[in-house]
């Protein structure tokens, strides 16, 4: 093995997704200085993070160590997506200068609570964060990250979850490219919102912070959950049904 090629290799590819040595080392749960010291050829990765490295990285494992096989950038993924409630109006009684501290100070905890717990945060839209958990233990860092978010937010906030696989790569022009992820995950994850609004929020105040997941993100978890109200649910972005949870917190124990 040459440590210098797989040092580029690591550092090319990273690169091309448009990620840090620090989303690296958060996605395989390393330290950045393991990364940084594998890109610069001073030791290797454990063989056992290979398969791991090469998803993450979309490129196979053949590929990093000297090889030239296709390009793979699909892998499972818990997909968080989070929104703030009633940003809506409160963009109508807010400056754009206000606003832009008004979201600054919704989306700082959130990304703290999401990268304490190896989470990629990978882009804002308006009001919404869109984040990915990868690799071991994906659903329960996802779901601590939720609460955690939940708790720490200012804002009353929607956050749904979704597990499956998606395709990660570098979306758009080279000259201004950035991370993305797509799929039915994503698309899921995004669509519960809907349902969120539909079945919760008439509650009132004590729905202002609602989590939801699907069967896909929950259900291996069940025993460790306190789950709330349950739905079959279709949508144009899958195919057939798939059940939808609210996701209220922790079981409590006792």
């Not at 001073?42 to 998803?55: G, K, R, V």
């Not at 804002?124 to 955690?148: M, S, W």
């Amino acid at each position: 093995m040459n440590l210098e090629e797989l040092g580029n290799a690591i550092k090319s590819y990273r690169s091309r997704l448009g990620f840090t040595q620090g989303d690296l080392a958060a996605a395989l749960q390393v330290s950045p200085q393991a990364v940084s010291k594998w890109e610069r050829g001073e030791n290797a990765p454990d063989i056992a993070l290979l398969p791991q490295i090469s998803e993450v990285l979309g490129a196979s494992i053949d590929t990093l160590l000297g090889a030239h096989y296709r390009e793979k950038r699909v892998l499972e993924a818990t997909v968080l997506f989070a929104d703030m409630a009633g940003f809506g109006s409160l963009s109508r009684s807010l400056s754009p200068a206000d606003l832009a501290i008004a979201l600054n100070s919704f989306f700082y905890p959130l990304g703290e609570h999401i990268i304490a717990r190896d989470g990629l945060v990978i882009k804002y839209i308006g009001d919404e964060v869109l984040a990915i958990f990868l690799g071991a233990c994906q659903r329960e860092r996802a779901l601590n990250a939720a609460f955690a978010c939940r708790e720490a937010s200012p804002r009353p906030l929607r956050i749904s979850l979704s597990t499956g696989l998606v395709w990660m790569g570098s979306l758009g022009h080279p000259l201004s490219a950035c991370p993305d992820v797509l799929g039915p995950a994503v698309n899921i994850a995004s669509t519960l919102h809907e349902w969120m609004k539909e079945k919760l929020d008439a509650g009132g105040e004590h729905h202002e912070r609602v989590i939801a997941a699907t069967g896909s993100t929950v259900e291996l978890l069940a025993g460790t959950l306190e789950l709330g109200i349950r739905e079959e649910r279709t949508t144009w972005c899958a195919e057939g049904k798939f059940m939808v949870y609210e996701v209220k917190g922790p079981k409590k124990e006792g």
